[in-house]
């Protein structure tokens, strides 16, 4: 299904959280009945798990036995009708811009080597100026990057493409970190060492930078920029992106092609900053508004 790996990890673990569950009920996966999924649903809620993970296992629990149904190994789908938990529409945390502007600094500044504080500030840039997904940052394959882009093509969830405009800070910042990778990667060809194909390579299993060791790396960079490491997360920096478009103008249906969501509802999460600017709007615009305020 194009899922990303981690994922499909979760999905694994969900899947096997809910056989061991049919087993100490006596039961098993293939053949479990609608009544079984509904009480397995409410054992997970009586453990006090998040409703997030109760619509992901549903979530995990539907895929399965649409697939066993869709191959003929079942004649029924025991979870086509059963209803999820709901999410409850929470505002994203996001950044000032003056966070942000402190994030940016302390990034030209973090690292023990200046090749370090190319790559650190590279990151920070690239995350602000498109609003990328952690995941989909720090698994860029260098090829991206070539030839000062304006546009960014970025692979997001499912393995849709998408392109994403440059900043000028985040291009200028693009090309000082290649101008140091790729020397690099001449050291390491005359040394008859192997070179990565990604833009931030790394010793990891993966061969790139690990979203764990951003994260840590993005909290160090807030220390050292005086912002609680608490408040930052790459991922608020992503809300950070799409607000502060918004903010300025930007419509949401950009900004939904720009963040890679498939449906426009997802990104609708946004709109109480629009809700806030037309308030101020009318509070700045209309007679009758600033006939009040002049009292």
Not at 79 to 88: E, M, V
Not at 226 to 242: C, D, I
Not at 267 to 284: C, G, K, M, P, S
Request: proline share 5%; aromatic share 6%.
């Amino acid at each position: 299904m194009g899922a990303a790996e981690n994922t499909c990890m979760a999905y694994a673990r969900d899947l096997g959280d809910f056989d061991a569950w049919l087993i100490g009920s006596g039961s098993d996966i293939s053949s479990a009945s609608r009544s079984e999924i509904e009480a397995y649903l409410v054992a997970c809620d009586a453990q006090g798990l998040a409703v997030s993970t109760r619509a992901r296992r549903l979530s995990a629990l539907r895929q399965l036995y649409r697939f066993a149904y869709d191959e003929g190994f079942r004649t029924d789908n025991p979870a086509a009708d059963i209803k999820g938990p709901g999410r409850p529409k929470r505002l994203p945390k996001s950044l000032s811009h003056e966070d942000v502007d402190r994030l940016l600094q302390a990034a030209r500044s973090h690292g023990r080597s200046g090749s370090d504080r190319l790559r650190n500030t590279c990151l920070v840039e690239l995350l602000y100026a498109t609003g990328m997904r952690v995941s989909e940052l720090v698994a860029l394959p260098v090829s991206a990057a070539r030839g000062d882009p304006r546009m960014l093509l970025v692979s997001g969830k499912g393995g849709k493409e998408r392109l994403v405009p440059l900043s000028p800070p985040s291009r200028s910042a693009l090309a000082d970190w290649l101008a140091v990778r790729d020397e690099n990667d001449a050291h390491a060809r005359k040394a008859g060492n192997p070179v990565s194909r990604f833009l931030f390579p790394s010793h990891s299993k993966s061969g790139h930078l690990t979203r764990h060791r951003f994260y840590l790396l993005i909290k160090e960079i807030a220390a050292k920029g005086g912002v609680s490491p608490e408040t930052v997360t790459p991922h608020r920096l992503r809300h950070a992106f799409a607000t502060h478009l918004l903010a300025g103008g930007a419509d949401l249906r950009s900004i939904q092609v720009m963040l890679g969501h498939a449906d426009l509802a997802t990104t609708e999460i946004y709109t109480h900053v629009l809700d806030e600017r037309l308030r101020q709007l009318v509070l700045d615009h209309h007679p009758l508004a600033r006939s009040a305020s002049e009292k």
